[in-house]
């Protein structure tokens, strides 16, 4: 790829840009053929030197192009900019989508978050699959720098990616602006030129005409290129990193939905802390926004020395709380979202239904004899002494109070509960088949005296199978 090999020019390669473009594209498979491609087309050298670079290729990719420009207002001259892009497209036969900010940004982040809100929207309306940007080496190079400034970690220093979800492609990052001023020239194109990118009194307008000339006029005459390169290898160490995160990830989660995992505390603790840390932040990313770095410094202290039965508050609504061996990682709202669904059982005569406990569905199977086991998913069963049975049966959530008979006697099950080191969030999450007496079976931990050892005679049967 030539963006990790940066630094041989066009003009020493003696290849065309566009050769190096349609070489790169094939080389990092950027764009597909056939593909319709929405340009972010600014107006400015870059943006410009793009429409015509993919429109000299349009025809041997089988491209649909289109284009995309979006007013933020913040310049008087803002105005005619958008009417010189929607101009520029008729005149090359390009579909165009002109937007327009409804207020004037207060600041550059905000007109970035709203331009890319109207990019992603024209694209839609323009029926194209990629929304490509012109991003070049030189920005990447200003990237790096930036955030190393701001002292980022391996992810930040990454820079810019060449691909980013859902469908953004930035094919120009291998090429500096040099190399794309030479082929404007080249090519007689005509762009727009922000006198916004010349006020140094914006950090990244100051890092590019102050800072970074003045570090390669002295002892860094080759910066940019070292910066694009370190951002090479930073993208390079988060991938591999990236891909033993989610294995150890994979291994510490014992038990995973929609809304909450179950975390195998013992095993997190046997890692290193700053590891530790690392695999923090990608569990509760599993269920919702990451913390900080103060967030992540005090669940680590909580998983090291809070007590069962106590939780804390993480980050964004999600809750974490220590139940014995198990961390529960949970958005607030998850456990009271879905309600349960009883399922009675009237009488012996056979029948099936579902339940949802906890959130969980479960398939149930009754009647008189040995039902057949499906085989399939986790499925339970039991079977019982119809005479010793007082129906209606109930398949249910645990309540407190519950007791279950055992050949030592009557037990309450929250007693149960405690000896198997089941806390209290997972008790709720056990069905249980119970009638007038009391509970019958706690589904997968215990049976009550009712249940049969064998299948003798003709058993009540129940099976019960958790869904997917």
Same mark, same amino acid.
């Given at each position: =790829?030539?963006d ?8 020493q390669s003696g290849?065309?840009?566009?050769e %190096?473009?349609d070489a ?5 498979r ?5 593909a &319709? ?6 107006g400015g050298l870059?943006?410009v030197a793009?429409?015509?670079?993919l429109?000299t ?5 089988? %491209? ?6 979006f007013?933020h207002? =913040?310049?008087?001259?803002s105005g005619a900019?958008?009417e010189w892009v ?6 090359r036969?390009?579909?165009c989508?002109?937007?327009r900010a409804l207020?004037i940004?207060r ?5 970035r978050d709203l331009r890319?809100e109207?990019?992603h929207?024209?694209?839609?309306e323009l029926?194209a /699959?990629w929304l ?5 080496a /030189?920005d ?8 190393l400034?701001?002292g ?6 990454a820079g ?6 859902p469908?953004?492609?930035r ?5 500096w602006?040099?190399?794309?001023e030479m082929y404007?020239?080249s090519r ?5 030129v922000?006198p916004?990118?010349l006020d140094?009194?914006?950090?990244r307008n100051?890092i ?6 003045a570090i ?5 005459? /080759? ?6 390169r370190?951002?090479?290898l ?6 591999v990193?990236?891909?033993i995160?989610?294995r150890?990830v994979?291994?510490l989660?014992?038990?995973t ?6 975390v195998?505390r013992?095993?997190?603790? &046997?890692y290193?802390?700053h590891v ?5 932040? &990608?569990l509760?990313a ?5 913390p900080g770095?103060?967030?992540?410094r005090?669940v680590l202290?909580f998983i090291?020395?809070g007590?069962s039965?106590r939780a804390i508050d993480?980050?964004?609504?999600i809750?974490m ?6 961390l529960?990682?949970? *958005?607030r709202?998850?456990?009271?979202a879905?309600?349960d669904r009883e399922?009675v059982?009237?009488?012996?005569a ?5 339940v949802?406990?906890?959130g969980?569905? %479960?398939r149930?199977?009754w009647?008189l004899?040995?039902?057949?086991v499906g085989?399939?998913g986790?499925e339970?069963? &039991?079977?019982f002494?119809?005479?010793?049975l007082r129906?209606?049966l109930?398949?249910?959530g645990w309540?407190?109070g /519950?007791?279950i008979?055992?050949?030592?006697g009557t037990?309450k099950l ?5 000896d198997r080191r ?9 069905p249980l088949?119970?009638? *007038?007496?009391?509970?019958l079976w ?6 009550g005296?009712?249940a049969?050892?064998r299948?003798?005679g003709?058993?009540f ?6 869904e997917?």
């Open positions: =790829m030539r990790e090999h940066v630094g041989r020019a066009v003009h290849a065309s840009l566009p %190096w473009l790169h594209l094939q080389a990092c950027l764009l597909p053929e056939g &319709a491609i929405s340009i972010a087309l600014s870059d943006s793009l429409l015509d670079l429109e290729l349009r025809e041997r990719w089988g %491209w649909r192009l289109s284009a995309a420009h007013d207002r =913040m310049r008087e001259e900019d958008a929607a101009a520029l497209c008729r005149e036969g390009v579909p989508r002109v937007g207020r940004p600041s550059e982040a905000e007109a890319y109207f990019l929207q024209a694209r839609l029926g /699959d490509v940007t012109a991003h070049q /030189d990447q190079a200003e990237t790096v720098l930036f955030r400034l701001r980022s970690g391996l992810a930040g220093l810019i990616p060449a691909r980013r979800a469908c953004i492609v094919p120009l990052l291998p090429f602006r040099a190399e794309i404007a020239a007689g194109l005509a762009y727009l922000d916004t990118n140094v009194s914006i950090a100051r590019r005409h102050q800072l970074i000339p390669e006029a002295g002892e860094a005459p /080759d910066l940019r290129r070292q910066l694009v370190l951002g090479a930073a993208r390079r160490a988060t991938r990193v990236g891909r995160t989610r150890a994979d291994e989660i014992l038990e939905s929609e809304s909450r995992i179950t195998a013992t095993a997190l603790l &046997a290193d802390t530790r840390a690392h695999l923090l932040r &990608a509760v599993r269920v919702g926004p990451r770095r103060v967030g992540t005090i202290e090291n020395t007590t039965g993480v980050a964004g609504g809750v709380r220590r139940e014995f061996d198990c529960y990682i949970e *958005r709202q998850g456990e009271e879905a309600e399922l059982l009237h009488g012996p056979g029948g099936a239904g579902e949802q406990i906890a969980v569905r %479960w149930v199977r009647g004899g040995t039902l057949p085989g399939v986790h339970q069963h &039991a079977c002494d119809p005479s010793e129906f209606p109930i398949v249910r309540r407190p /519950d007791r008979r055992l050949p030592a037990r929250k007693k149960v509960f405690v089941i806390g209290r969030s997972q008790r709720r999450r056990h088949l119970a009638d *007038r007496s009391g509970v706690a589904v997968g931990l215990v049976r005296v009712q049969l050892d299948h003798e003709s058993p049967s129940v099976c019960l199978r958790r997917a």
